[in-house]
């Protein structure tokens, strides 16, 4: 009963941020994105988790995977099988997020449509993870909670990237340094 409430409560929201105009997010209080991507350098993204949120969440079987021959995942499809049964749906509604490592600081990732067990987008590349959540369209290259201690660090020129998706394409919406110098 109280899920129900809660799904109520986030529809209300959302249908309310709707009407306001807040389709696409706004980077530094100022105009919405465009949907084609136009991306924002600045070293302070506006970033605003309830302009992301997606109520639709996936609750079937993951379809089965379909990587076909050839293709350039074909050769990872053993980790993003074994990625995508463990993680399951995380991410947009209806997508899985899997990742593996590919040496120091360094990880890959791969998108699967659970709808459809197709994989949207490979190897996108990260020093410091990806952060994504079920209910969420927002996908965070380096999130500031996966950095480790700047004091550390021994390549500052770290960017934090967020990504949106739109219509089934992950697209760049802004990025900043990870670090501020």
Same mark, same amino acid.
């Given at each position: 009963?109280?899920?129900?409430?809660?799904?109520?409560?986030?529809?209300?929201?959302?249908?309310?941020?709707?009407?306001?105009?807040?389709?696409?997010?706004?980077?530094?209080?100022?105009?919405?994105?465009?949907?084609?991507?136009?991306?924002?350098?600045?070293?302070?993204?506006?970033?605003?988790?309830?302009?992301?949120?997606?109520?639709?969440?996936?609750?079937?079987?993951?379809?089965?995977?379909?990587?076909?021959?050839?293709?350039?995942?074909?050769?990872?499809?053993?980790?993003?099988?074994?990625?995508?049964?463990?993680?399951?749906?995380?991410?947009?509604?209806?997508?899985?997020?899997?990742?593996?490592?590919?040496?120091?600081?360094?990880?890959?990732?791969?998108?699967?449509?659970?709808?459809?067990?197709?994989?949207?987008?490979?190897?996108?590349?990260?020093?410091?993870?990806?952060?994504?959540?079920?209910?969420?369209?927002?996908? =965070?290259?380096?999130?500031?909670?996966?950095?480790?201690?700047?004091?550390? =660090?021994?390549?500052?020129?770290?960017?934090?990237?967020?990504?949106? =998706?739109?219509?089934?394409?992950?697209?760049?919406?802004?990025?900043?340094?990870?670090?501020?110098?």
């Amino acid at each position: 009963m109280k899920i129900g409430r809660i799904y109520t409560i986030i529809s209300v929201i959302v249908t309310l941020a709707l009407a306001a105009g807040y389709t696409y997010i706004k980077i530094s209080g100022k105009e919405p994105i465009d949907p084609t991507g136009t991306v924002s350098r600045s070293k302070n993204c506006d970033i605003r988790p309830e302009d992301h949120i997606v109520l639709d969440i996936y609750n079937e079987a993951l379809f089965p995977l379909d990587i076909k021959p050839g293709t350039p995942e074909y050769s990872f499809r053993t980790v993003i099988e074994k990625g995508y049964q463990e993680t399951g749906i995380n991410f947009n509604g209806h997508y899985s997020v899997t990742s593996w490592g590919c040496g120091t600081s360094c990880q890959e990732s791969a998108i699967i449509d659970a709808t459809t067990g197709k994989v949207v987008k490979f190897k996108v590349r990260s020093e410091y993870g990806i952060s994504v959540k079920p209910n969420s369209s927002l996908l =965070m290259v380096n999130a500031t909670e996966n950095l480790p201690d700047s004091q550390i =660090m021994t390549n500052k020129d770290i960017k934090t990237s967020y990504y949106k =998706m739109i219509d089934g394409n992950l697209v760049l919406i802004c990025e900043e340094p990870a670090y501020e110098r």
